[in-house]
């Protein structure tokens, strides 16, 4: 075995878990226990964001290796901030390689009730939501950002699981990890304004402070923690069964991959959830 090997097989991915039953392993990564360099430095599964495809295969191997499943049973959308759904089932899965792309193009939210397969989004700032049906044993991982939230792809998302499985609300459990807070998501008018047209309780989620970027001026603050939170009890998930991470990326880039504060080219975390075999 070479050193880099040696090196290699002696990484653990460096996650972050979440309680939510002992059928789950629910998580988001954290930018520790990888190979990626620079910006990607240096966990990230994300073939999408320009990282060296070497260094996205072997931490993809990492975290198979230690959610002891196989590289095939490790799903990542191409996510688009469109609130488009997808139940992964067995079809899904026998799909070749390059068919599942196709199938996982432009999605923003998983499903699926398939034991020993990981479905998670890729976060950067934008919000995750990770949610277990204890009862009829279905899980889901949804990428909520702005665009995301205000088109209510949590809710999207319930819908399904409601319809396709019969999933109650009441019996959900749900965490919302880590992504930019309220403090640091600063927006424009035109954005605090789609809020607005879209329903949103914006007393709850906004505030104008002083700017960021220049403390003369004045701009809009939004929560969009409290926003997915409030959509998950719209349709009535229990609070109690909403575990907010309440970490803010933007505060924590040292910790956790953060666009706004990394630029675009950087990684991202995966925030994943597997039904036990």
């Not at 992964?88 to 996982?104: F, G, K």
């Not at 007393?203 to 959509?231: C, G, H």
């Amino acid at each position: 075995m070479s050193r880099n090997d040696q090196n290699t097989a002696a990484m653990t991915p460096d996650l972050l878990h979440y309680d939510l039953g002992e059928e789950v392993i629910a998580f988001s990564s954290r930018r520790a226990g990888g190979v990626s360099e620079g910006n990607y430095a240096s966990f990230n599964v994300n073939g999408y964001c320009g990282d060296n495809t070497l260094h996205v295969s072997t931490n993809r191997q990492l975290l198979c290796d230690y959610l002891h499943i196989e590289p095939s049973c490790l799903v990542l959308p191409h996510q688009t901030h469109s609130t488009r759904v997808k139940v992964i089932d067995e079809a899904v899965m026998n799909l070749s390689p390059l068919q599942r792309a196709a199938v996982l193009e432009g999605v923003d939210g998983l499903i699926t009730a398939q034991r020993g397969v990981c479905i998670g989004v890729s976060t950067a700032d934008c919000i995750p939501v990770l949610l277990y049906d204890p009862v009829h044993e279905v899980i889901a991982a949804v990428h909520a950002g702005w665009r995301g939230t205000v088109g209510r792809i949590v809710v999207e998302t319930l819908s399904e699981m409601f319809r396709t499985f019969q999933t109650s609300a009441a019996d959900l459990r749900v965490a919302i990890g880590p992504g930019i807070s309220g403090d640091a998501f600063e927006v424009g008018n035109e954005v605090y304004e789609t809020f607005v047209s879209a329903g949103f309780p914006m007393d709850r989620l906004a505030v104008q402070k002083p700017s960021i970027r220049n403390t003369a001026e004045q701009s809009w603050f939004i929560d969009l923690w409290e926003a997915n939170r409030l959509q998950l009890e719209s349709r009535g998930v229990l609070p109690e069964h909403i575990h907010l991470a309440g970490i803010c990326t933007y505060q924590h880039a040292d910790e956790f991959f953060s666009a706004r504060r990394l630029g675009i080219n950087s990684g991202r975390i995966y925030n994943g959830i597997l039904l036990k075999q």
